[in-house]
């Protein structure tokens, strides 16, 4: 099975845009969750998605957004960027288990943002 | 509130030296996940283990360990006999088991393996 995809793999913007990055996970998986990864603040959930309704939110502003899709596939969205929100976004995919529940994570390569 | 500690940051190790990373952990929960994934320097985190909160059994995966004590809060992870590609960062990881994937994270602990 491929694993879970990440695109654009490294991306440039300037303070005061908007992006949007985009996460395909592994084929089956219907939960999708999204991390922020700084040297500060190390690894920080942002949120998760299941059947395409946001299920669980980290402490982040509203400037943090995402969605799902029918097809799992997921993107989030950061407007008004600032200097802060340059790092590595994660995405991570989970299959359900036995118990119908979301089980454990596997990762994507991640988004490298920077923020000028 | 739950919270993994992973006070090692850096640890330098000679290969073939067996090395030993600490996780602490603390949540309100009774049932519960705990998690190692290995980031290498390419940066996709690569899953490594995960333990239900009811089974303490240690387990062992080729030169990998693990020993969970749930009377201590610990989760440690030990590598046998290093190797030169095991040189990453370690997260160790926490995560409710109610099915909505909120993982809370430790710091890591950056190992670098010198041949």
């Known amino acids: 099975k491929a694993g879970v995809t990440q695109t654009p793999r490294y991306l440039i913007k300037t303070r005061g845009q908007q992006v949007t990055l985009s996460c395909s996970p592994i084929?089956?998986?219907?939960?999708v969750s999204w991390y922020q990864q700084t040297p500060g603040q190390g690894l920080q959930f942002l949120f998760e998605?299941?059947?395409?309704?946001?299920?669980n939110k980290g402490n982040f502003p509203g400037r943090f957004s995402g969605r799902q899709f029918s097809n799992s596939r997921s993107e989030m969205n950061v407007s008004t960027l600032e200097l802060g929100d340059s790092a590595l976004y994660l995405c991570?995919?989970?299959?359900?288990?036995?118990?119908?529940?979301?089980?454990?994570?596997?990762f994507g390569p991640g988004t490298r943002l920077t923020v000028l | 509130a739950q919270k993994v500690t992973q006070a090692q940051t850096e640890i330098s190790v000679v290969e073939k030296e067996d090395v030993t990373l600490d996780c602490v952990y603390e949540?309100?929960?009774?049932?519960?996940?705990l998690f190692w994934y290995k980031q290498p320097p390419s940066g996709e985190l690569v899953f490594l283990i995960r333990?239900?909160?009811?089974?303490?059994q240690n387990e062992i995966s080729g030169r990998y360990s693990w020993n969970f004590q749930k009377s201590t809060s610990s989760f440690n992870f030990t590598i046998t006999a290093s190797q030169v590609v095991d040189s990453a960062v370690y997260f160790c990881?926490?995560?409710?088991?109610?099915?909505?994937?909120?993982?809370?994270f430790g710091t890591g602990t950056k190992l670098q393996v010198i041949p």
């Open positions: 991570a995919s989970s299959p359900l288990n036995l118990a119908g529940v979301a089980d454990t994570q596997y």
């Open positions: 084929s089956g998986h219907r939960s």
């Open positions: 998605y299941f059947s395409e309704t946001q299920r």
């Open positions: 949540t309100r929960d009774t049932t519960y996940y």
């Open positions: 333990r239900n909160s009811f089974d303490e």
């Open positions: 990881a926490l995560s409710e088991a109610g099915g909505y994937q909120k993982v809370t």
